[in-house]
């Protein structure tokens, strides 16, 4: 589901964000570009992610942050990723405040409640596989960032 | 070991902020807590791990077991317990 759901074209990688609203906004203006949100998606995704952060702790080298919002904001499902050439500060999901510095970034725009815990769920078991996720940090092609996915 | 069988009512499930929810309460207690999603019948999961929490795919209206072994195991199942029944403080 994920593999089918990422955008090629909403695929940054080593990109060297300011901050998190930095990478959040640019994942979100692909994703608009491409049609896939309205253009109010940024803004109530940086809106959920100050009420309710997504930052996550992994186990490897790396934190990761899955930022979404609403299906209201969102026209037909799809996934953004970045990985970051250093890491930005986004606030923990559990302990909002937690500060974790983060370096691959999901931005998921669903269109149902329903298929947002599939996602999350999808989303969660790649977090856990630090092997996938190294790789995916060192990968420097969006075809590389597909076939990880496509396991 | 005591356990407890919760039915998950939320329009969201498991995911987002009842996840988040029911992580921090599980993280407030000493003892080892593990959740399984009984609808799908997958294995039983670390309750205080968000991540693992989120691979559950727990949907609305899915039945999950609770268990908890060790310190304060009854007074976390009756916190956690407390937190589903009251559909994560939302109406």
Partial sequence: ?151 | MPTITLTVNHPAGLHARPAAEFVKTAAAFPCNITVRNITDDKPAVNAKSILSVLTLGVHQGYEIEVNAEGDQAQEALQAISDLIKNNFGET
């Fill in chain 1, 1 to 151: 589901m994920l593999a089918e759901l990422l955008e090629p074209d909403a695929i940054l990688l080593h990109y060297p964000a300011q901050d998190a609203e930095d990478v959040v906004r640019q994942l979100s203006q692909k994703l608009f570009a491409k049609g896939y949100v309205h253009e109010s998606f940024a803004d109530a995704a940086l809106h959920r992610e100050a009420e309710l952060p997504t930052g996550l702790v992994l186990d490897g080298k790396v934190n990761a942050a899955i930022p979404h919002t609403d299906v209201d904001h969102v026209i037909r499902p799809a996934v953004a990723l970045a990985t970051l050439s250093k890491p930005v500060i986004f606030r923990h999901m559990i302990d909002p405040t937690e500060e974790v510095p983060v370096q691959i970034v999901f931005l998921l725009a669903l269109d149902q409640p329903k298929s947002q815990v599939a996602m999350l769920q999808e989303v969660a078991s790649i977090l856990q596989d630090a092997v996938i996720i190294e790789r995916m940090m060192e990968a420097d092609s969006v075809s590389d960032i597909i076939a990880l996915l496509q396991r």
